[in-house]
């Protein structure tokens, strides 16, 4: 099959490579997927790249990727079954999410056929494209959860998310809309139209206006860009709201080599004890029952993907990563294989 490899972390322009390679055999419990879609976000790049050194630790590969295919995300059709696999038929349209562990190492989506557990894949929704359902599964659960477990987000409250117009942030502005909040999008001027028309209340150019200095009061600031201290962000905050920091590197630009976003959130985490708008860890159910909840909401129409004007070919991928990275793009950023 065909198949984006890397045998190496680093600059994504030079480690991948488009390759014949074996095709996958699908285990017990799982089923083969011919893959449509997949999709580019910032976990790709940290898998790619190696950087910040820690994700290594975290089970991806110390010197060079367990996997060598990169992606995580897949929307595609099942052609075959492993011994035991039974939730499935081939020719169903399923997507999913299928790492198995955390979404900053690769789990060999960029191919033309993954061997995937069954249990996490679903039914694509009848409404949805393959590009449309490869959109959703990364991003739409990095926001559920932070935005529900982590955050609590309850109805009439205020809700803000810094950096709303990319990949996590359209689903944190539908998924707080969809829970009753009232929602502050905080993102640069190409992108507050999208925002508006996602029912973004009230939105702010991040270009134009310092959220943190517009006498705003919010019960949840969602920041996904992280670039304010907590110290502004604080400014901007309920004193019995809840700040969540999601974690951004800007794409090397901003985080810390070795430790990424985690030298921003380690120190949140040690004074969240004695701070009450920082939550610590929330545990919330397990990503199964997220995945169920979100393929709900877009069965019912309640949350949309939203997909970039620019959609790749599988032997773009390292294009893509640039496009991405440029800051452009609007929502996700698709590879059709
Ligand atoms: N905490 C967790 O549970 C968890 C788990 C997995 C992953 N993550 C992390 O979650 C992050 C998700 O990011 P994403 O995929 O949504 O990124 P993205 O698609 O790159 O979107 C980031 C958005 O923020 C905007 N932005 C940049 N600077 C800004 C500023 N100063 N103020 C406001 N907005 C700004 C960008 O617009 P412009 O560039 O056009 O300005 C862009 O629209 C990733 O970094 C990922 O590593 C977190």
Same mark, same amino acid.
């Given at each position: 099959?065909?198949?984006?490899?890397?045998?190496?972390?680093?600059?994504? /322009?030079?480690?991948?490579? =488009?390759? +014949?390679?074996?095709?996958?055999?699908?285990?017990?419990?799982?089923?083969?997927?011919?893959? !449509?879609?997949?999709?580019? *976000?910032?976990?790709?790049?940290?898998?790619?790249?190696?950087?910040?050194?820690?994700?290594?630790?975290?089970?991806?590969?110390?010197?060079?990727?367990?996997?060598?295919?990169?992606?995580?995300?897949?929307?595609?059709?099942?052609?075959? =079954?492993?011994?035991? %696999?039974?939730?499935?038929?081939?020719?169903?349209?399923?997507?999913? #999410?299928?790492?198995?562990?955390?979404?900053?190492?690769?789990?060999?989506?960029?191919?033309?056929?993954?061997?995937?557990?069954?249990?996490?894949?679903?039914?694509?929704? +009848?409404?949805?494209?393959?590009?449309?359902?490869?959109?959703?599964?990364?991003? %739409?659960?990095?926001?559920?959860?932070?935005?529900?477990?982590?955050?609590?987000?309850?109805?009439?409250? !205020? @809700?803000?998310?810094?950096?709303?117009?990319?990949?996590?942030?359209?689903?944190?502005?539908?998924?707080?809309?969809?829970?009753?909040?009232?929602?502050?999008?905080?993102?640069?001027?190409?992108?507050?139209?999208?925002?508006?028309?996602?029912?973004?209340?009230?939105?702010?150019?991040?270009?134009?206006?310092?959220?943190?200095?517009?006498?705003?009061?919010?019960?949840?600031?969602?920041?996904? @860009?992280?670039?304010?201290?907590?110290?502004?962000?604080?400014?901007?905050?309920?004193?019995?709201?809840?700040?969540?920091?999601?974690? *951004?590197?800007?794409?090397?630009?901003?985080? *810390?080599?070795?430790?990424?976003?985690?030298?921003?959130?380690?120190? =949140?985490?040690?004074?969240?004890?004695? @701070?009450?708008?920082?939550?610590?860890?929330?545990?919330?159910?397990?990503? /199964? #029952?997220?995945? %169920?909840?979100?393929?709900?909401?877009?069965?019912?129409?309640?949350?949309?993907?939203?997909?970039? +004007?620019?959609?790749?070919?599988? +032997?773009?991928?390292?294009?893509?990563?640039?496009?991405?990275?440029?800051?452009? %793009?609007?929502? /996700?950023?698709?590879?059709?294989?």
């Amino acid at each position: 099959m065909r198949a984006i490899v890397q045998e190496e972390y680093g600059p994504h /322009r030079e480690v991948l490579r =488009l390759c +014949e390679i074996p095709s996958p055999v699908p285990g017990p419990g799982q089923v083969l997927v011919r893959v !449509r879609a997949t999709s580019v *976000h910032a976990d790709v790049w940290h898998a790619v790249t190696g950087v910040p050194y820690v994700l290594r630790l975290m089970g991806s590969g110390l010197r060079a990727p367990k996997q060598p295919v990169p992606g995580t995300d897949l929307a595609g059709e099942v052609v075959g =079954l492993g011994p035991g %696999a039974a939730a499935f038929a081939p020719g169903d349209r399923v997507f999913g #999410e299928v790492t198995a562990r955390n979404q900053w190492g690769n789990a060999g989506t960029f191919a033309e056929l993954a061997a995937v557990d069954e249990t996490l894949l679903a039914r694509i929704p +009848e409404t949805l494209s393959f590009e449309q359902a490869a959109a959703v599964p990364t991003a %739409a659960l990095i926001a559920l959860v932070n935005l529900r477990d982590q955050g609590r987000v309850a109805a009439g409250q !205020r @809700v803000l998310v810094n950096g709303a117009g990319g990949a996590v942030g359209v689903w944190a502005v539908q998924l707080a809309k969809y829970f009753g909040a009232e929602v502050t999008a905080v993102d640069g001027p190409a992108k507050l139209d999208l925002l508006r028309a996602l029912g973004a209340d009230r939105v702010i150019d991040y270009t134009q206006q310092d959220f943190t200095r517009l006498g705003l009061r919010v019960d949840l600031v969602l920041d996904i @860009v992280s670039q304010a201290p907590f110290s502004d962000v604080r400014r901007a905050l309920e004193p019995d709201g809840t700040f969540v920091l999601v974690g *951004h590197d800007q794409y090397g630009r901003s985080g *810390h080599r070795v430790l990424g976003s985690l030298r921003r959130m380690l120190p =949140l985490m040690a004074l969240s004890p004695f @701070v009450k708008q920082l939550p610590g860890v929330r545990p919330g159910p397990p990503r /199964r #029952e997220n995945w %169920a909840t979100l393929v709900d909401l877009l069965g019912q129409g309640r949350v949309r993907p939203v997909v970039d +004007e620019r959609v790749f070919p599988l +032997e773009q991928a390292a294009e893509a990563i640039d496009y991405l990275a440029s800051g452009v %793009a609007r929502g /996700r950023v698709v590879l059709t294989v």
